[in-house]
């Protein structure tokens, strides 16, 4: 196995974690929250997807998934649709109050996106520097594994807190 492909594999396998969190899950799973200010699965589905997208698209050079596709319009969410969460506030998370089928939607969406680009590269992109703005500068395998540490830890929280709304 090569480094494409240990990426393939990782990238399935979020998306398998995401449909776990989200099969049977109803609205009031998905918007449970442990505490006044704590991420909602939905959030954290919604979130980890769109820093999926935003991340991607970026260094492959093309639009997002969530404004080329129409996933924008279709989540209505009371923010920019530049938006991928980060800095927002309670009251930000809580307005994702959306369906785990429309959730699933756009992570498969985005997923497929993902596996299209990586199946398109050679293992000496890798190397290929994405980001001067840190020393070291960021290197297209380090941005993609820096991608995928977010994203397992935000489906792994919201496995948790969806296990919690259950008893």
């Given amino acids: 196995m090569n480094a494409v492909e240990l990426l393939l594999d990782a990238f399935g396998r979020i998306r398998e974690e995401v449909h776990g969190v989200l099969d049977g899950a109803d609205a009031a799973a998905l918007t449970h929250r442990p505490g006044a200010d704590a991420n909602t699965p939905a959030w954290l589905v919604w979130h980890l997807t769109r820093v999926q997208d935003d991340h991607v698209a970026d260094v492959a050079g093309v639009q997002q998934v969530w404004t080329r596709d129409g996933w924008a319009g279709r989540f209505q969410l009371p923010f920019a649709d530049s938006a991928t969460g980060y800095g927002q506030s309670a009251d930000e998370v809580a307005a994702v109050q959306v369906s785990a089928d429309l959730l699933a939607g756009y992570h498969d969406a985005v997923a ?20 001067e703005d840190w020393d070291p500068p960021v290197t297209l395998g380090a941005r993609l594994v820096s991608v995928l540490s977010d994203d397992l830890q935000h489906v792994g929280q919201a496995a948790y807190v969806l296990g919690l709304s259950r008893g």
Avoid at 113 to 131: F, I, K, N, Q, S
Wanted: avoid cysteine.
């Fill in 112 to 131: 497929e996106a993902t596996a299209g680009y990586l199946r398109g590269l050679a293992e000496d992109d890798l190397d290929r520097v994405v980001d």
